[in-house]
């Protein structure tokens, strides 16, 4: 079999991910404690035959929890790696912001296959040799971050770490090194944006070559209001991407077609089901992403439930490719959505109302409680005319949610700011 799929057939497509699929269960079974006994409790063992799709259900769900637990029991790996520990290279581990940060290792082909995911993510956003990237965060442990500086690097561009430093040090050194992408979360790509404009360099900023800004770790990069105030302040396009220390580098939006994720399915196979029910749903259906990683087995993850809500579709792109199409990227996240007063609210719908006012410069939304009830307030930093401006985010929250949503005016610098994911859904017990 041909080293890659053709991407632009689903039928091939198919047709590779079963072959990727029966070599992975191969290389884990009897390899890997936790997949083995998991899939031995299903009935499945390495002579099995699956066929894709309709045997794909008989593989066991994996969740967070488990991979929690399982790392809890068994200290500090847990038992899903497949390989002796001396053969592995790469530690990362995940940000903790949804609860007990999991330690990932990687040999060197499981790393080089996150790698090459990664370099599919520049192609789509037409980087290569001849750009210079700037990656504007402080690199620490975190998988993304080294992943996508090893691809830049592997596909020819020119890498600029900025890594500690403060938001003035890295606007200084992106002003003089002129780079044509910029790597950060769609937080920090305003946050530079603000810095810019206190220092009085906005212009400077808009002009200093950046083509396009590749996001991730945060909904932000598929929030119309979001990516449009991003690519207003910089002067350049926003590419969305998507993935997760425990199962790799999973989506990418393509330059044809704005607002949507291309899921990897050269590397992943992408199932999206009922939330509850654990049952799939159909195309055009919003339900949560389940995600199995086809190249990675030293670090395996099967049918991984990642919590993200989204909505798939199938079809050919403008860009050639065939791979499902997650329509408006990550919408939200199961475990964010909190019920206030009868109505289920998620962050994203919070930031898509109020990134549509140019003058609230940042916000948090808080969750409490009055007796049994919960109650949401949004606080925002606006200036001028900061009353005006409360009033006005106010009325288009309650359109959007069909909620009253108290908005308060702070003081300027009174809310935190961020380098990394954004903390801005604050529920208090």
């Known amino acids: 079999m041909s080293q890659t799929p053709d991407v632009s057939d689903r039928a091939a497509l198919a047709v590779w991910q079963q072959a990727r699929l029966s070599d992975l269960l191969r290389r884990i079974i009897g390899r890997s404690p936790f997949h083995t006994h998991r899939l031995a409790a299903a009935g499945i063992g390495v002579d099995t035959e699956l066929r894709l799709p309709d045997d794909l259900s008989r593989l066991p769900f994996t969740t967070k929890a488990d991979l929690v637990a399982d790392q809890t029991a068994c200290p500090p790996w847990g038992t899903v790696l497949s390989e002796p520990l001396a053969h592995y290279s790469r530690y990362t581990h995940t940000s903790g912001t949804t609860g007990h940060p999991l330690r990932w290792v990687d ?5 080089d296959w996150a790698v090459t995911c990664w370099r599919e993510v520049y192609a789509a956003a037409r980087v290569g040799t001849g750009d210079r990237v700037f990656f504007a965060f402080s690199f620490g442990p975190f998988y993304g971050f080294w992943t996508a500086f090893d691809a830049a690097v ?10 500690g430093m403060s938001s003035e040090q890295r606007l200084a050194l992106l002003l003089a090194t002129r780079p044509t992408v910029l790597c950060c979360t769609p937080t920090y790509a ?6 810019a404009t206190d220092t009085g360099q906005a212009l400077a900023l808009r002009e200093a070559g950046i083509r396009v800004v590749i996001v991730a770790g945060e909904p932000g990069g598929s929030i119309p209001a979001t990516r449009s105030r991003i690519e207003a302040a910089l002067g350049a396009r926003v590419i969305d991407h998507h993935g997760l220390t425990e199962v790799g580098p999973v989506s990418f939006e393509c330059w044809e077609r704005p607002g949507g994720l291309h899921v990897n399915e050269a590397a992943f196979i992408a199932e999206v089901i009922d939330p509850d029910s654990g049952r799939p749903v159909d195309d055009g259906v919003a339900g949560e992403l389940v995600l199995t990683n086809l190249g990675r087995a030293a670090s395996p993850v099967l049918r991984y439930r990642t919590g993200d809500l989204v909505t798939r579709r199938t079809g050919t792109c403008a860009c050639g490719r065939a791979f499902a199409w997650l329509d408006g990227g990550i919408l939200g996240r199961a475990d964010d959505m909190v019920t206030v007063r009868g109505v289920n609210v998620y962050p994203a719908a919070i930031e898509a109302v109020v990134r549509q006012f140019a003058a609230v410069r940042e916000f948090r939304s808080t969750v409490s409680r009055s007796g049994s009830l919960r109650t949401l307030r949004v606080d925002i930093e606006a200036s001028p005319d900061g009353g005006v401006i409360g009033r006005q985010v106010a009325g288009a929250l309650s359109a959007a949610l069909g909620l009253v949503v108290p908005v308060e005016v702070v003081s300027p610098g009174t809310l935190p700011r961020f380098e990394m994911k954004a903390r801005r859904f604050v529920v208090e017990p």
């Open 154 to 163: 592997a596909a020819g561009a020119l890498c600029i770490p900025a890594g």
């Open 107 to 111: 040999t060197a082909e499981s790393w």
């Open 190 to 195: 305003l946050r530079l944006a603000e810095v």
